[in-house]
């Protein structure tokens, strides 16, 4: 019944910026974990960033740091993923993901950790 709706990504040019979002339905947003994972074809789903239920946990994978920032507002039930400095190297679908588990050491970088996904959505960056 928990359902995750990304948007926000499209194409852009290396350098450029974009900025998803995650809406999750409910109104316990903020008892979720949340995560960004990103899937280009032939690869596999891959961790991006996370974020804690009070926001003060965030964790980045080493490819965005400095690049991306994972944010939230619990008010309206959204998680944001700013994504400056973008590279072809970026292009792939973007998906957001939730869970209401504790977190253990690094299970938020696992796909594993989370129990709901959403659609994704593509983001492309051309050179």
């Known amino acids: 019944q928990v359902q995750l709706v990304e948007s926000g990504g499209g194409l852009v040019q290396a350098g450029g910026s974009l900025r998803l979002s995650c809406a999750v339905s409910g109104r316990t947003f903020s008892s979720y974990h949340m995560g960004w994972f990103r899937q280009a074809p032939g690869k596999e789903r891959e961790f991006v960033a996370r974020i804690s239920r009070s926001g003060i946990g965030t964790d980045y994978a080493e490819f965005v740091k400095g690049r991306f920032t994972i944010s939230r507002d619990n008010a309206k039930n959204t998680a944001l993923l700013q994504m400056n400095s973008l590279k072809p190297g970026d292009t792939a679908v973007y998906y957001c993901?939730?869970?209401?588990?504790?977190?253990?050491?690094?299970?938020?970088?696992?796909?594993?950790?989370?129990?709901?996904w959403g659609q994704g959505t593509q983001v492309t960056v051309s050179s």
């Open positions: 993901a939730a869970t209401n588990r504790e977190r253990v050491g690094a299970a938020p970088r696992l796909t594993t950790f989370y129990d709901y």
